[in-house]
């Protein structure tokens, strides 16, 4: 027993040895948090210079070509100053175009979060085959837009679309879906709604899962109803997650393209031409790539200031401090 119980010997040179590292780096001392920091750093450096150069370089040339006569006729970068610039000023079909696609994303947006909201809080609570029901609403998200917006196209024909139909069971007019301005416009908002609103339902669902229980405990102790508490508890809760996924489908809903494309082809006239499209008609079908490039960078400009504003407008609203 005394044989077992004795423990080998460890000699001093050994034990300074195997201490030396922990003396040397320590996680609270300022050498070894300069030391990890260093490493983070190298670790990083090759993602963080591919990332700008896939940022950067675009960016950079599009702001060249914007100061040159690129187009069929003239290729090169050829410098002409501010004209594109000035050209754009007075382009009142862009202006246009960029108030349209405002009004689209607005009201799309707005539309989505109710539904996508309701419907969260639909397959949140203890229903029947609420695992079917999340996996039904996801669907529409799911499909290749460019397929579905077909689909859709073939819903809102005049003659031949069930859409007219369903107005008939109802006594009210047939709706020239394509071709009339105010009915274009609406066809293209259902498009986006029914595209879009699972994207909004699967954010709001995740926070709706990961917000604390006690506060619901409180309100039912109150005697608090399903509104009160809703407005009270749960709304105030949702709060910094509404606001990331407004601006999430806001920055999505600017970049509407293929909806439009497939469905109308920004038409009739100019009714549903946003300034997506528009700059795809000026630079990719009268190939006037200079020009195209200002309108891409003004479009850039306008949209990350407004986005901040916006974004501090929603922080007041439902966070109730300034960002």
Do not use: C
Not at 55 to 62: A, M, N
Not at 83 to 102: G, I, M, P, Q, V
Not at 223 to 232: D, E, Q, S, V
């Amino acid at each position: 027993m005394a044989d077992r119980e004795r423990q080998p010997a460890v000699s001093p040179e050994f034990e300074s040895a195997a201490e030396t590292p922990a003396r040397r780096v320590r996680l609270g001392s300022p050498a070894g948090g300069s030391s990890l920091r260093r490493y983070q750093l190298y670790f990083l450096l090759p993602g963080l210079i591919v990332l700008l150069l896939i940022i950067l370089f675009p960016l950079l040339f599009t702001i060249r070509v914007s100061f040159s006569s690129w187009s069929s006729s003239a290729p090169g970068l050829n410098w002409i100053a501010a004209k594109n610039y000035e050209r754009l000023l007075a382009d009142s079909r862009y202006w246009e175009s960029l108030l349209r696609l405002a009004m689209l994303a607005a009201g799309t947006v707005l539309i989505e979060y109710v539904l996508g909201f309701g419907l969260a809080l639909l397959v949140w609570r203890e229903v029947k085959a609420k695992r079917f029901f999340r996996v039904l609403f996801l669907v529409p998200m799911m499909t290749t837009p460019v397929i579905m917006t077909v689909i859709w196209r073939t819903i809102f024909h005049e003659s031949l679309g069930p859409a007219n139909e369903v107005l008939a069971l109802f006594g009210l007019p047939a709706q020239a879906w394509l071709t009339s301005s105010p009915a274009a416009l609406i066809a293209v908002m259902v498009v986006e709604i029914w595209q879009w609103t699972p994207f909004m339902l699967l954010l709001l669902l995740a926070g709706l899962l990961s917000l604390p229980k006690e506060p619901f405990l409180a309100a039912a102790i109150d005697g608090a109803g399903p509104i009160r508490t809703f407005f009270r508890v749960t709304l105030p809760l949702m709060g910094p997650i509404s606001v990331g996924a407004i601006i999430i489908r806001l920055i999505e809903a600017s970049k509407i393209m293929e909806t439009v494309y497939v469905l109308t082809s920004g038409g009739p006239g100019t009714a549903t031409e946003t300034s997506s499209f528009y700059i795809y008609i000026r630079g990719l079908r009268d190939f006037q790539i200079g020009y195209a490039a200002s309108l891409s960078f003004t479009y850039l400009v306008i949209m990350i200031v407004s986005l901040t504003f916006i974004a501090k407008a929603l922080n007041r609203a439902f966070v109730g401090r300034r960002v």
